[in-house]
């Protein structure tokens, strides 16, 4: 079945929560339809004019990017500019673009996760976390005959996510009393009389930005003129998901022999190395992207080697001075990898939803920095 916009947007919300984003990020849909259906997608780290292009000429319906394609406020869209042209190119061909960013690197099973994959690390864990998720508790009261149609609309909403289970629910039974009022459509019981019903309490986790939207679902199919329900506001830690990883070789190599591993692996023909050749490293810490902001954290974590990019002069003598060793591969070359990963997971989770849709990565991209 060919699904739409907005169902393949609920599909990559699911693989990348938005809520696991940055604050300065700009995650979800960058533009199309939500109406707009959806028989092809591709896979890209970036939303060049190039790659829109390209995706234009082959007919993709959605393209979905690891980098965002507005990352500040827009004040105009002049078509002779670069932003301009992918803007005109992709609402004339009818191409919805998507990003997951700082969300997919901080997801478990996301960039950072593929990247420590790569290198073959165990015993992983969050470099810069763990996240909190601002979660809340719905608690909706519902007749008994009813309770299945409220299920189905919050499953339906995929609420109720704890760790590796989804459709958690707690329920109770008790019994509702109510007073309809003179001005009153009641759907049980007589204006003027005091009812009781058998109704269901019914618990579950929705994450803080979802709340809204699944308050006006579930009311949609409620019986009462009037729904009963609580939230709960709480803070949930997840000790899968945050900036970065650390874990273990398996067995101890010397900085230069990770280095001609992280070549190998990662397709590049040089990286950038803080620390002497021959240091022996255990422990790894690995960012993808730009990782300077979390040296401090990759110190602190124990580990005698930190993998990232754009790392800085003042990075590596920071580096120098903690005695850890500093291994750049760049920002493209840290995250490149996650184009084919994505394509795989996005091809399994329509599958799983009973949508179709082709599934394929751009393998045209390039790193902009050559070396001479």
């Not at 190039?50 to 105009?76: I, M, Y």
Request: glycine share 8%.
């Amino acid at each position: 079945m060919t699904g739409t916009v907005a169902q393949f947007t609920r599909i990559l919300d699911h693989l990348a929560p938005p809520r696991l984003a940055e604050s300065w990020d700009n995650v979800g849909l960058q533009i199309g339809n939500r109406d707009w259906p959806v028989k092809r997608v591709w896979t890209a780290l970036d939303p060049l004019p190039e790659v829109v292009a390209r995706a234009c000429e082959n007919d993709v319906d959605l393209l979905v990017t690891h980098h965002p394609l507005f990352f500040k406020p827009v004040k105009h869209i002049d078509c002779g500019s670069p932003l301009g042209r992918i803007v005109e190119m992709a609402l004339s061909r009818r191409l919805a673009i998507f990003s997951a960013h700082t969300n997919l690197d901080s997801v478990h099973g996301g960039v950072n996760d593929v990247l420590a994959g790569r290198m073959g690390l165990s015993k992983v864990r969050v470099l810069a976390g763990p996240a909190h998720a601002d979660m809340c508790k719905l608690v909706v009261f519902v007749p008994r005959n009813h309770m299945k149609a409220i299920l189905d609309t919050l499953f339906a909403l995929d609420t109720g996510r704890m760790g590796n289970y989804s459709c958690c629910t707690f329920r109770c039974e008790g019994v509702g009393t109510f007073l309809p009022g003179a001005d009153a459509s009641p759907a049980v019981g007589k204006i003027g009389t005091l009812t009781e019903v058998q109704e269901n309490r019914i618990e579950i986790l929705v994450s803080h930005g979802d709340l809204s939207t699944v308050v006006d679902a579930v009311k949609k199919v409620h019986p009462y003129e009037s729904m009963a329900y609580d939230v709960y506001p709480l803070t949930v830690r997840d000790h899968q998901t945050g900036l970065g990883r650390v874990g273990e070789l398996s067995s101890p190599l010397p900085l230069d022999a990770i280095s001609a591993k992280l070549k190998a692996v990662l397709n590049l023909s040089t990286v950038k190395v803080v620390g002497k050749p021959d240091m022996v490293v255990e422990t790894v810490a690995v960012c993808s992207g730009s990782g300077s902001s979390l040296m401090t954290a990759a110190i602190a974590s124990g580990a005698q080697a930190y993998v990232s990019g754009d790392l800085g002069y003042h990075t590596a003598r920071e580096a120098q001075q903690a005695g850890i060793g500093l291994i750049d591969v760049g920002h493209f070359g840290s995250e490149h990898l996650v184009v084919d990963v994505l394509a795989v997971s996005i091809r399994d989770a329509i599958k799983a939803s009973g949508l179709s849709a082709t599934v394929e990565a751009v393998d045209t991209e390039t790193d902009p920095f050559h070396y001479l």
